[in-house]
């Protein structure tokens, strides 16, 4: 190995470590937080870390959580899939037709307006307490951000490149895939990554309003016990998960879109 390298690489292993290092120690300054917080106030309106931690132990050992995780999980993804799937769609089209853009722009501004709690109630007053009203509401409530965001990508593509693809007649899969495609991705993860974080949080109001299982009933109902325990137990345990869905998936993702930067 050349010496210059030994340096720079040495320079990389510090930077990593660091890296690694100070989320770490930030998490763990917030959980002395807490635990100070909860030792002075000694009340059980703020259970210390030691007791949410047992409580969510018990959870994951009755199986309860896992239960109403996996239902909110089936829940998120099944939105989320709908609601990238069928706001990229409206997007590319509002961004490639000018008088489509025109005509739909209102809609789009009064459905992005619309208070999320809104669109969940008239769901449920619509098509009654149901899985399809649940899932109808949050993809309302999602779609019309993916639309916003891939429309701009699509106003975004080069047509200079376009023009090159229909000149050396790439044809349409050749044309997606190698012209269109790598302009739109970034877009694309944006639009899944704020979706991600706007999805998870309009489900637990969708359940909490008219689901019987579920991690928002379950939060409701350790409400009407006043069980602040179970209360944060729950809500450390969704915060893992969607934590661990960002770290694995997305951010990696974002990293692949961002990568020609460098």
């Known amino acids: 190995m050349n010496a ?7 320079w990389e292993a510090a930077n990593s470590l660091r890296a690694a290092t100070v989320p770490a120690a930030s998490l763990l300054s917030l959980v002395l937080i807490w635990q100070v917080a909860a030792w002075w106030l000694a009340s059980p309106l703020l259970p210390s870390p030691a007791v949410v931690f047992a409580t969510l132990g018990r959870g994951i050992a009755t199986g309860e959580l896992l239960h109403h995780l996996g239902i909110t999980l089936l829940r998120l993804g099944i939105s989320f899939a709908l609601a990238m799937i069928l706001g990229s769609i409206l997007g590319i089209l509002l961004g490639y037709h000018a008088t489509l853009d025109r005509w739909f722009d209102p809609w789009l501004t009064v459905f992005l307006n619309i208070p999320a709690l809104v669109t969940i109630i008239l769901c449920y007053v619509w ?14 409530n999602k779609l019309p951000n993916v639309a916003v965001t891939l429309r701009e990508g699509t106003r975004h593509l080069d047509r ?13 899969w050749k044309t997606l895939r190698h012209v269109i495609w790598p302009q739109l991705y970034p877009f694309v993860v944006t639009a899944a990554r704020t979706g991600l974080a706007l999805i998870w949080k309009i489900i637990l109001v969708v359940e909490l309003l008219g689901r019987s299982d579920g991690m928002g ?4 109902l350790f409400f009407q016990l006043f069980d602040v325990a179970g209360i944060l137990a ?9 934590q661990a869905i960002e770290w694995i ?12 930067h460098r």
């Open 217 to 220: 009933y379950q939060l409701h």
């Open 234 to 242: 729950y809500t450390l345990a969704f915060v893992i998960v969607i």
């Open 4 to 10: 210059p390298f030994v340096p720079r690489m040495r």
């Open 160 to 172: 200079g490149l376009l023009e090159m693809a229909r000149v050396y007649r790439f044809g349409t």
């Open 127 to 140: 098509f009654g307490l149901s899985e399809t009203a649940a899932i109808t509401a949050v993809v309302v």
């Open 249 to 260: 998936l997305l951010q990696p993702l974002d990293r692949y879109a961002r990568r020609w």
